[in-house]
């Protein structure tokens, strides 16, 4: 399953991400108000870090995508909950800067002030991801948005592909 921007909100408020409700009396992260105070209209680079997360396990190149939110703010309850994500390979998708270099909290580079720079996560499984960008609105290389000048890669598509190929195997 995958949630992308409101549908990332949704796995967020159902229960389904971070980790299941039965596993806690309170919600253990939320997605809430941009840093910036505004709506959030722009092309951000992903990195993928997690192979816990069968959408981003095994890609190394970063992704180029759009952003278009007011709420995409992740914040975890408490440090402990963002150290159970880091340890548990939940952390599928970082924001970062154009090489792939951590964004390091740096707006615009990070649209929304997550912590931890956090673009998307997955349950301990890896079979749930939760992201706020847009992979989807960048799988042809015409949809980047300096395509018509020659730029192109860094793609959504390998996140799709990643997700046919594990549902193949079911």
Known sequence: MIGICNGFQA????GLLPFPFAEQETSAATLTFNASGRFECRWVTLTP???????TRGLSDPIYCPVAHGEGNFVPRD???LA????AGQIALRYAQPDGKPAQGAYPLNPNGSRADIAGICNA??????????????IQPYQHPRWSRGESGQMGLALFMNGVHYASQL
């Open 84 to 87: 159970r994500l880091a340890t």
């Open 49 to 55: 870090v997690s192979n816990t997360c069968l959408w």
């Open 125 to 138: 499984e890896g079979n749930v991801l939760g992201l706020m960008p847009h992979p989807e609105d960048h």
């Open 79 to 81: 440090d402990a909950v």
């Open 11 to 14: 796995l967020v408020k159902a």
